[in-house]
């Protein structure tokens, strides 16, 4: 997957997901062989629909465009995807296009 999100959104991310999710989310469950075996092969759009209508469990649906990019910026970051110069937006048309996988190890 080219980049299709910017290093300052997976940093502005990472705290997030401190303060939004870790109270029932471990990083863990978003990356590595976990991560594929429910995302890989799925479009990006899932993901990102999944993030903004369902989180913060006690606020589902209370997440911003720009929390739920950053938030996935920072999921697609720690499964090793490179950043891009194009910022990752709330697109689903586009988002759609896009096949969820980690780069080969």
Request: proline share 7%.
């Amino acid at each position: 997957m080219d980049g299709i999100f910017t290093a300052q959104q997976a940093a502005r991310g990472a705290p997030l997901f401190t303060d939004l999710c870790q109270r029932c989310h471990s990083i863990q469950e978003f990356t590595g062989r976990t991560f594929d075996a429910i995302w890989a092969g799925v479009p990006a759009a899932a993901l990102y629909v999944r993030i903004a209508n369902t989180m913060p469990l006690d606020q589902p649906g209370s997440l911003s465009v720009s929390q739920v990019s950053n938030l996935m910026a920072h999921i697609l970051n720690e499964n090793g995807n490179p950043s891009g110069d194009l910022p990752l937006e709330g697109d689903l048309e586009f988002l759609m296009t896009i096949t969820l996988a980690r780069p080969n190890e």
